[in-house]
């Protein structure tokens, strides 16, 4: 508030007469007693009249003032916007998601039930997902990338064109999902149930798929697609 009380000031009297509220009264009163003093009538009777030289000094004197107190409103202006930068730059969690910004990145989601939402597009790059209830749910285009899914339940789940590179996926289920043109790589080897489950198009190491297809979970047909869990996964070719 201090801050700011100065900035205006400084603002509307350029410099020239602006006393700081927080000097204390008594070298207020001490200064403003000295300014106070007048000389004898004959002094100032005697006192030459300024000539061009001395109007053109005073004149660049208080040009200067006027200059200085500009330079440090300003200053005081900038000083202002900078502090209030880190709260635009380091939005807490909520401001995030209220925002649709960062989405649910980085959260720590553990356990809640997120079943039958509509999450398309949403990022939750590097969240803690664990045992998160995901079924039903429209997750197309969704980003996983680095998170935590262990055990999360995606049964019956849309994770069309999603990317859950280098998710933990360990013991995530995948009964009936939908998983088609989405991105895995070489993270399927320790992931639950898949049984129903469309991969159809997926982005899947053949090293992976193999290991899937020898599962006894790769059985079934998806309910949506209607497309078996192993013609997607193309088991007939290992």
Do not use: H
Request: hydrophobic residues 40%; charged residues 20%.
């Amino acid at each position: 508030m201090k801050l700011l009380w100065c900035f205006f000031a400084l603002l509307t009297s350029g410099g020239d007469s602006f006393v700081s509220p927080f000097v204390p009264a008594a070298v207020s009163s001490a200064t403003t007693a000295g300014r106070g003093r007048s000389q004898p009538l004959d002094a100032r009777a005697r006192a030459a009249p300024p000539t061009p030289a001395t109007r053109t000094a005073m004149s660049m004197s208080s040009e200067k003032r006027t200059g200085l107190g500009a330079a440090v409103a300003s200053w005081t202006l900038a000083a202002v916007l900078v502090a209030g930068v880190p709260l635009l730059v380091n939005p807490s969690p909520a401001v995030a998601i209220s925002g649709g910004g960062l989405d649910y990145a980085g959260l720590n989601l553990t356990g809640q039930d997120l079943s039958k939402g509509k999450y398309k597009s949403k990022d939750f790059s590097g969240s803690i997902a664990k045992e998160v209830n995901f079924s039903g749910s429209d997750l197309r285009g969704v980003r996983f990338f680095k998170a935590d899914l262990k055990k999360a339940d995606f049964t019956g789940a849309n994770l069309g064109t999603a990317s859950l590179e280098e998710a933990d996926l360990e013991g995530t289920i995948m009964t009936n999902a939908v998983a088609t043109g989405s991105y895995f790589g070489n993270n399927m080897n320790n992931v639950g149930d898949i049984s129903g489950a469309d991969f159809t198009d997926a982005l899947i190491r053949k090293d992976v798929a193999k290991i899937l297809c020898a599962r006894p979970d790769a059985k079934g047909t998806n309910p949506t697609t209607g497309t078996d869990t192993r013609d997607s996964l193309l088991c007939d070719m290992f």
